[in-house]
């Protein structure tokens, strides 16, 4: 059981608007801000949003944001390579551990 | 640009020990924090370690506390991460991951490819 909670599966067509989202608590989410993380058919994870911030070369169509215990990842002008698993983390304090949600697999119809 | 490369994967038996490497390269290695996170076969990530830019403070997963150790090589721009005891749940894709500052921070900014490493007898 994971920390955090994500959906399972999300998806959506090319050109549309979603939303992925990452509920946890005030020991984690609560505290601190959310890096997301895309992993496109279990190959290296790649860093695509760290707050509200997008890191160099990641397309502005991502963005994130955060509202009491949950986070979330808009993706807005979905892409055919946007296809892929989406992972949230952050710190968790209480843990003294950095923890992960369960992932949420999104699909470009 | 960052570059993370893992090596030291492979099959070991259950009780076994294996050492695990990330070379780093485009950055100044010495000045960041690293972590090591893990992906078992069909499931999602799962962080395992982490140690400060100069090794003075390390942090590990409930699930290989004692039986893990994280360290770190400045002068060779080497990670490595020890894995001793080993269990079949250990089984996993190992990646090794940058943190954006010298200490502690709530994500990571760049990963490698990762290393495999199956436990099995």
Known sequence: QSALTQEASVSGTVGQKVTLS????????????VGWYQQISHGAPKTVMFGNSLPSGIPDRFSGSKSGTTASLTIS???????????????????????FGGGTKLTVL | ????????????????SLRLSCAASGFTFSSYGMHWVRQAPGKGLEWVAFIRYDGSNKYYAD????????????????????????????????????GPAPGWDYYFDYWGQGTLVTVSS
């Open chain 2, 63 to 98: 699930s290989v506390k004692g039986r893990f150790t994280i360290s770190r090589d400045n002068s060779k721009n080497t990670l490595y991460l020890q894995m001793n005891s080993l269990r079949a749940e250990d089984t996993a894709v190992y990646y090794c991951a940058k």
């Open chain 1, 77 to 99: 002008g979905l892409q055919p390579e946007d296809e892929a698993d989406y992972y949230c983390s952050t710190w968790d304090y209480s843990l003294s551990a950095w923890v």
């Open chain 1, 22 to 33: 990452c509920t946890g608590n005030s020991n984690n989410i609560g505290s601190y801000a």
């Open chain 2, 1 to 16: 640009q960052v570059q993370l490369v893992e090596s030291g994967g492979g099959v070991v038996q259950p009780g076994g």
